[in-house]
C-alpha cells in the first residue's frame, strides 16, 4: 500500500527556514498527528523548541469530544506544554485580536472530509480574514481528501444560504484538499491573506483515504472510518430531518431510520435494495442519544460496493424524495436553529439552496433536479483545477 506523508510530516523533516524565530500558533484536534500517532503539537513544539505560543480548536473540541452541533467548548490551558488553547466554537467563531497578538504564523493541521458542510474549512477561512487583518501568516500543513480528488457533485451554494455549514459557492462534494481548498478560497473569494501549503508526498488524486495507508483517526465523533465520511456528503441530510442519520449509534451516517419506516415499501419504490455502487441492507436499531433515543428504528445500513461509482449526495437525494412521499405525516423538516441559524430551515442551509428542497417537496425526479447544477459543476471544476496541487 502506498504510504502518503502528510504535510505536517514534511514540515517537521525539512522545516521552513522562514520560520526561524517566529511565534508560532496551530489550529489542530484530536486527528492531527502522524502516521506514528504522534500529535501535530508535540512534533511542532520539538522541532520548534520554544517557538509554539498558542493552540486552536474547531467544532468539536480539542480532543474531538464534542458530540454535536451548537455544543461549544471553553478556552482551556493544554496540560502538557502549558500554553493557551483557544476555542473557535464557542463565544466565537472569529479570532480575534487578543488570540494572535501572541503568534506570528498559524499553522493549520487539520482532516477535512471533502464536503461543503463540514465547519473545519470555514474555520480556516476565518483565521485566514483575521490573519489579513491583523497582519500574520498561515500555513496549511496539508492532508488527504479521504473521499478523493478527482469525484464532484451537487450544486454549489446560493449565496442567500451562506453560513457557518456554506460560506462560498462549492459543490456539495467539492474534490479538493484543505489546502488546496484554501488557496481557491484565498485567491477567489478576496481573502488575500499570506498563506502557504506545505503539499503532502505521494498522494494523488484518485486516492480513497484506504490507499494512503495513514491511520484513520476521526476528525469528529461521528466519523468514526472512512466509510463513514464517504456517505456523508448525501447522509448529512437526515439531521435537516426528524429522520435519525445514525448518531447515538456506532455506524452514524452509514445506518439511518425512523420508527414510522417501512423497510418494504421503501425497497418496493427504488425497485429493489441495490443502488448505484451500493447496497442497502434492511435493519433495526435503537439510538442511544439524539434523534428517537432508546425508540426502535428501522431502517437501512448503506454497503458501498464500488467507491468509484457510488455518488453519495444524489443517492441520499433519491432516499429522501421516496421517504417524503411515502410518508407525508410522519416525516417532517427539522426546526431552526441549526449551526447559528435560527431563522432559515436547515434543510435549506445544508443543500445551500432553498430551490432543491421545493423540487423535493413537488417530488420532482432527482435525475432532473441533478441536470440543473450541470452547468455550475462544470464552471466550479474549471476553476478548481487552476489550484491542484496534485496530479
Known amino acids: 500500500m502506498t504510504k502518503v506523508q502528510p504535510g505536517l510530516e514534511v514540515l517537521v523533516s525539512s ?73 473557535l466554537y464557542g463565544k466565537t467563531r472569529i479570532p480575534t485580536k487578543q488570540m494572535f497578538d501572541s503568534i506570528d504564523v498559524l499553522l493549520v493541521d487539520l482532516q477535512d472530509v471533502g464536503t461543503r458542510v463540514y465547519t473545519f474549512i470555514y474555520t480556516v477561512s476565518y483565521c485566514m480574514e483575521a490573519a489579513k487583518k491583523f497582519r500574520k501568516r498561515i500555513l496549511i500543513l496539508d492532508r488527504p481528501n479521504p473521499i478523493g480528488g478527482t469525484q464532484v457533485e451537487g450544486n454549489c451554494l446560493s449565496p442567500q444560504q451562506a453560513s457557518f455549514v456554506g460560506r462560498f459557492p462549492i459543490p456539495m462534494r467539492h474534490g479538493l484538499t484543505i489546502g488546496e481548498l484554501s488557496v481557491l478560497f484565498n485567491e477567489t473569494f478576496g481573502i488575500g491573506c499570506d498563506l502557504q501549503v506545505i503539499p503532502m508526498n505521494g498522494w494523488n488524486r484518485k486516492m480513497y483515504y484506504q490507499d494512503t495507508g495513514l491511520p484513520w483517526i476521526p476528525p469528529s465523533p461521528n466519523l468514526p472510518t472512512p466509510t463513514s465520511a464517504a456517505v456523508y456528503p448525501g447522509q448529512v441530510l437526515w439531521e435537516a430531518t426528524n429522520v435519525s442519520e445514525g448518531r447515538g449509534t456506532t455506524q452514524p451516517f452509514e445506518i439511518f431510520g425512523a420508527p414510522f419506516f417501512d423497510t418494504g415499501l421503501i425497497i418496493e419504490a427504488l425497485g429493489g435494495r441495490q443502488l448505484t455502487g451500493a447496497v442497502l441492507r434492511p435493519i433495526a436499531f435503537e439510538p442511544t442519544s439524539n434523534k428517537w433515543q432508546a425508540r426502535l428504528c428501522h431502517g437501512f445500513q448503506i454497503h458501498i460496493t464500488e467507491l468509484y461509482r457510488f455518488k453519495p449526495y444524489v443517492t441520499s437525494l433519491k432516499l429522501l424524495r421516496i421517504i417524503r412521499f411515502l410518508f407525508p405525516q410522519a416525516f417532517q423538516w427539522k426546526s431552526p436553529p441549526y449551526e447559528y441559524e435560527y431563522k432559515r430551515l436547515p434543510i435549506d442551509l445544508i443543500l445551500g439552496d432553498s430551490t432543491i428542497r421545493r423540487r423535493i417537496e413537488r417530488f420532482d425526479e432527482i435525475e432532473e433536479i441533478e441536470k440543473s447544477w450541470t452547468g455550475q459543476l462544470e464552471d466550479f471544476i474549471k476553476l478548481s483545477q487552476r489550484f491542484y496541487l496534485y496530479k
Request: net charge negative.
Open 15 to 87: 522545516p521552513c527556514r522562514w520560520l526561524s524565530n517566529l511565534r508560532l500558533g496551530l489550529l489542530c484536534n484530536a486527528a492531527s498527528t502522524d502516521a506514528k500517532f504522534n500529535h501535530a503539537r508535540f512534533l511542532i513544539a520539538d522541532r520548534f523548541p520554544g517557538q509554539l505560543k498558542a493552540l486552536f480548536s474547531p467544532q468539536h473540541g480539542f480532543f474531538g469530544e464534542k458530540q454535536d452541533n451548537m455544543v461549544e467548548s471553553d478556552h482551556m490551558m493544554d496540560p502538557d506544554l502549558n500554553i493557551p488553547i483557544y476555542s
